[in-house]
């Protein structure tokens, strides 16, 4: 590593594109890497330049960028280092860097890339990436310049008083700045689907919180510990959002005796979306979210998600609705939710489903079931005995509400 100063550079991502209200979005950007930084192991500091964020402190550069790839908004995090804007200290500190990279692996490629945003800086770009090129050529000999395919790009960004060199570059989360655009409540299930949709919504500037509904107590918690776990993964990308767990068992089992037949996975999804903004109202969200992706199953057809569409008090935002379940299942992959997905759960909706769901809900059909029961009274029940957790924080609570619900199952099937 360098003798020079380590910082990392984080290029913004859409918000470069906000006109008038562009600090509103950086501050919030700001507040966000603040709170990935927590608990670090030491001091940092962050400073912004023009559609950049530089990010350093008294800890490893490594641990910095560990932290801020984690962080919604910025296009890419580069590990640099920072030297006083003077043609002699930018030329050291290039040298003795691709001499490092060179030992690492020699016979590459190089290229030299500079921009200056001091314009008063008495070079040009293109002379102080001569400048550089020559004197790097001369004092780190098996590295051989090319401009057209380099192996490796030394992007130098001159400022007033301050240039940053950077060699490495890895991509970041991009997207806008979560809670930019307000707040969420996602239906999240055990599946693929929600939390890529989950992920997707938070791209798009919404902070999540999270709504999950068991089969409990007619089924085991397994479910529930895969929704914590994946609330714990999403959670990594914003300041915590709540998991709220809510037993459907019970609520299941009366709409089946009401007679809901090869309409109790629609008037299922009512119920849980009707419980979901009710939940909303005290969350502070503006919408809910699914992974509902148009015709993957049943449930998702057009007619059916109108039905359940009519049953909630607030948009239901449907970031997946073009994709194919490959294309999800991908995404899923990247953003580290595939691995807890995969994992067997007894999902509340296999519970009670009719051996041929309906792909063509009425409406009529659904109210004359629902008629049947109290709703009012079947919600209040449902939202009376939610838990609440915060995965990620772990605290004793977290551990003392999930043994609760192992222990409530365990009794049940005793
Ligand atoms: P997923 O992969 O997200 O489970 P899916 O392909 O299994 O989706 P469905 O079971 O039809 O599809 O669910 C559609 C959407 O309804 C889910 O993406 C999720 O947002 C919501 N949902 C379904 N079951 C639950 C549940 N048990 N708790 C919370 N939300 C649920
Ligand atoms: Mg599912």
Redesign the pocket.
Known sequence: MSSYDPCVLLKHGEIFLKGHNRHRFTERLHDNLRVALRGIGGSTWIKTAQNVTVLGGQVPQEDLVERARTVIGFNSVEPAVRVPSTLEEITGAAVEALRAVSAERPGRGFAVRVKRRDKDFPLTSSRVAGHVGARVLEEVTDLHVDLSRPDIVLAIEIDRKETYLSWTRYPGLSGLPVGSSGRAL????????????AHRIMRRGLACD??????VPYTNPA?VYK?YALARELNRHQPHGRLHV?A?GKAQKQLAVAGAGRLQ?VA??RL?VRT?SELAARTGAQAL?????LG?????TLANMAAVDEAAALPILRP?IGWE?QE?IDEARRIGTAEI?VLPDE???QLLAPPRATTRAALPRLRAVEKRLDLDEVTQALLDNIQVLVPGSDTEANAGALTREATACRNHSA
């Open positions: 996602v239906l999240l299930s055990g599946g693929y689907d929600s939390p890529v949709a999270f709504v999950h509904f068991s089969g479910s929704a809510v459907l996975v299922q999804r849980m979901a979210v699914t992974g509902d992706s993957q199953v049943a449930s998702q997946l379940k999800i997905s999902d509340c909706c």
